[in-house]
């Protein structure tokens, strides 16, 4: 298993602009795809954004294609989510997670996904 701790949410108007991190511990961070999810008030978690073990390869969702970012820094065991343009209705908890085995394609489906932080609020003000 992998230790996720998110960080960097917080309040912003909307139109702003959040960059949340997600800092890993406890196996080969290197080898395994991330993912960003969300979770508004009684709503369901949804996919936000992956990002290969090797950084290559991104995918989005398409409410958030061309405002938000994933990268990473396997130096840093340290996986990123960058987000511009900020909409009210993404108001919601944040959190990474680590895929299940290595080395395996981006997944959008959380049941792919082994290892989950605590979340971060994000809450973004009309």
């Known amino acids: 298993q992998v230790q996720l701790v998110e960080s960097g949410g917080g309040l912003v108007q909307a139109g702003g602009s959040l960059r949340l991190s997600c800092a890993a511990s406890g196996r080969t961070f290197s080898s395994y795809t991330m993912g960003w999810f969300r979770q508004a008030p009684g709503k369901d978690r949804e996919f936000v954004a992956g990002?290969?073990?090797?950084?290559?390869?991104?995918y989005y969702s398409d409410s958030v294609k061309g405002r938000f970012t994933v990268s990473r820094d396997n130096a840093k065991n340290t996986v990123y989510l960058q987000m511009n343009s900020l909409k009210p209705e993404e108001t919601a908890v944040y959190y990474c997670?680590?895929?299940?085995?290595?080395?395996?394609?981006?997944?959008?489906?959380?049941?792919?996904?082994?290892?989950w932080g605590q979340g971060t609020q994000v809450t973004v003000s009309s």
């Open positions: 990002i290969s073990w090797n950084g290559v390869y991104t």
């Open positions: 997670a680590a895929d299940n085995h290595p080395y395996r394609p981006i997944w959008t489906d959380g049941r792919a996904f082994a290892s």
